[in-house]
């Protein structure tokens, strides 16, 4: 039997901690599994990390990261997978929208040889109906950009030793890992869950934070919007030959072509197609410049063991 590490990344999560640690250990000491507990506090500005640290004091299958400021998920995972020591390590959030008891079935299938168990959601709990459409619409592009069924995943899944290893190989510093644990191959299993509402606290995403997060995490993974570009570029050829022809079936029929509006509008819609392809451009520019500097993904101000 093989211990379980659970990284919870935690940012301004003080109302929740006690009773995440409560409810997921309870879980598993009643499973028997073997556990820790890895609270990673991604630049928490209340006391998020002095309550893990009490905690910790009292039952050291809890431990804690805390962050110099807030690095993003991504890096607060990530550091999570770099400092968990189990033989297998699961990842979920903090507010219990992932339900605890979800991570027994995990490690059951890790047990029957699955390196790899993803959590995918069957029911998404109460959303606002707003942020349910441009979620819909966000996975939506992302999945075809990808080429990966990204609707229901989510970052609570199971990773044996050897897909932790494997993932802190990678030299990027600007990662997706919700979609990398697909990339990694292995072999590969999933769970359905519904997600439960939160037990205190609000949500921290938004939408701006969700636009950034697709826009960071698509070009972090794929370069399909530069393929984007191309295809933009191809079809506005399209488009001015076939206008070039209709203008001169039109002057060799003595038909005069509209003024000004025609050409403003070709203007407005070239300038604002190349104006699109430059940001794309310019952000995976700015993303190999992020990754040249070679800067850590996050900084670790102390832990629960200093």
């Known amino acids: 039997m093989g211990r379980l590490s659970v990284i919870i990344p935690s940012f301004n999560e003080e109302d929740n901690i006690e009773n995440t640690a409560s409810v997921v ?79 027994v079935d995990m490690y059951h299938l890790w047990e029957e040889g699955y390196e790899v168990v993803e959590g995918i959601k069957s029911k998404r709990g109460k959303e606002n109906p707003i942020y349910r459409l441009f979620t819909k619409i966000f996975y939506g592009i992302m999945s075809s950009l990808m080429k990966l069924d990204m609707n229901a995943t989510s970052d609570f899944k199971l990773l044996d030793r050897k897909v932790v290893e494997a993932m802190l190989e990678l030299p990027e510093r600007n990662t997706f890992f919700r979609a990398l644990s697909f990339w990694a191959g292995f072999k590969s299993t999933s769970v359905s869950f519904d997600v439960e509402e939160r037990k205190a606290g609000k949500s921290k995403w938004s939408f701006s934070g969700l636009v950034k997060y697709a826009v960071s995490n698509t070009t972090s993974f794929t370069t399909a919007p530069l393929k984007f570009v191309f295809a933009l570029g191809m079809l506005l050829m399209v488009f001015s030959v076939i206008l070039g022809i209709e203008t001169l079936v039109n002057y060799f029929l003595g038909v005069a072509a509209d003024g000004f509006t025609t050409v403003i509008l070709l203007l407005l819609i070239v300038g604002g197609c190349i104006m699109i392809s430059l940001g794309i451009i310019g952000h995976y520019i700015a993303r190999i410049y992020e990754e040249v500097k070679g800067r850590p993904r996050y900084i670790v101000s102390k832990t629960t063991k200093e």
Request: aromatic share 8%; charged share 25%; with cysteine.
């Open 25 to 103: 250990g309870s879980v598993l000491k009643e499973a028997g599994i073997d556990y820790d507990l890895l609270f990673v506090s991604d630049g928490s500005t209340d006391n998020t990390f002095s309550i893990v640290e009490n905690l910790s004091k009292e039952d050291n299958r809890i431990q804690g990261i805390q962050f110099s400021r807030n690095f993003g998920k991504e890096a607060a995972i990530f550091a999570g997978l770099e400092y968990a020591d189990g033989d297998c390590v699961a990842v979920m959030d903090c507010d219990l929208q992932h339900p605890a008891r979800v991570l």
